[in-house]
């Protein structure tokens, strides 16, 4: 059977100090998942950032962050988002596919059983499922992404759960260092190997195989 890797990555990986997203780490990042699959793995995604990348696209500082806002932000900052990951996955030959949740998306049995088939068929065909929040319709309905892939990671029945982060935090991201530490406890004592790995760190996905 493949093996099954979940690697959230946070905003503060994929954006610069300057607060534009950062095309030559995902294009790193990108190739350490190539890296990956060539050598068996199954790969899922979880992609923090689209409220940002919404947030600069629509209005760089014009209109307050409520939570209405944010919502919209979401709409714009994920097609933009899901854009450039396909332009930059696609120089190292990989596929992605979007898939946006809810709350009630992974509680719903039909849906979460048509959620784990398209998965299934994704990895199986070499394409690379990428999951993130569907803010536009609850915004934050999981406690961020570390929670969400966390979920993910018990509804697959991944063999490991790897979480790049920076500790920088984001202003429109949720889930400090107490919610990492809680994703790591439950899926480490369900036997899922979870560690958070610093993703600006050249060749942080292939040293964490070695």
Known sequence: MVKIVVIKIGSSVIFTRRGKLDEFRLSHLAGGISD????????????SGAVYCGYE???????NISQENRQAFAGVGQAYLTAQLVNIFQKKNLKIAQILVTNNDL?????LISIKK???????TGIIPVFNENDVVELNG????DLLAGRLSKIIKANSLWILSTWEGSTFGIGGKATKDEVIQKLNSQGIKTVILNG???????????
């Open 36 to 47: 990956l699959i060539q050598k068996g793995f199954g790969i899922l995604l979880v992609v």
């Open 57 to 63: 696209n629509m209005c760089q500082g014009k209109i």
């Open 107 to 111: 509680a719903d049995r039909n849906k």
């Open 118 to 124: 398209t998965v299934e068929i994704n990895i199986n």
């Open 142 to 145: 999981f406690g961020g992404n």
């Open 200 to 210: 600006k760190i050249k060749n942080v996905l292939s040293k964490n195989i070695l």
